[in-house]
Nanobody, 118 residues
Framework: QVQLVESGGGLVQPGGSLRLSCVAS????????MGWYRQAPGKERELVAS?????NYLDSVKGRFTISRDHGKNTVYLQMNSLEPEDTAVYFC??????????????WGQGTQVTVSS
């Protein structure tokens, strides 16, 4: 079993900051990619930021969000600054790698709500 546990979501005013964390644990041999998706009500899930061989960002968050990883702890962070109401969504952590049976897997967290509102 593998679990991805997210934390750090909440309610913040426009212009504020939040830091999301996601820890992957369990029967993991290796993680080669981690990322954050978000899904707003009535919209499709979209990739916000990813960290594999490099980092990539959704255009609308470039310069405001920063993704980082602690490879030794299978942890990924998303520092979100200058938050806007349009950033309101459920944020999901995603990890791709090998389980202890060397089978490629795609793991998801349960999601954490981020609400940007005055």
């Amino acid at each position: 079993q593998v679990q991805l546990v997210e934390s750090g979501g909440g309610l913040v005013q426009p212009g504020g900051s939040l830091r999301l964390s996601c820890v992957a644990s369990g029967r993991i041999l290796s993680v080669n990619w981690m990322g954050w998706y978000r899904q707003a009500p009535g919209k499709e899930r979209e990739l916000v930021a990813s960290s594999g061989r490099g980092t990539n960002y959704l255009d609308s968050v470039k310069g405001r969000f920063t993704i980082s990883r602690d490879h030794g702890k299978n942890t990924v962070y998303l520092q979100m600054n200058s938050l806007e109401p349009e950033d309101t969504a459920v944020y999901f952590c995603n990890a791709q790698g090998l389980d202890t049976n060397r089978i490629p897997r795609n793991w998801w967290g349960q999601g954490t709500q981020v609400t940007v509102s005055s």
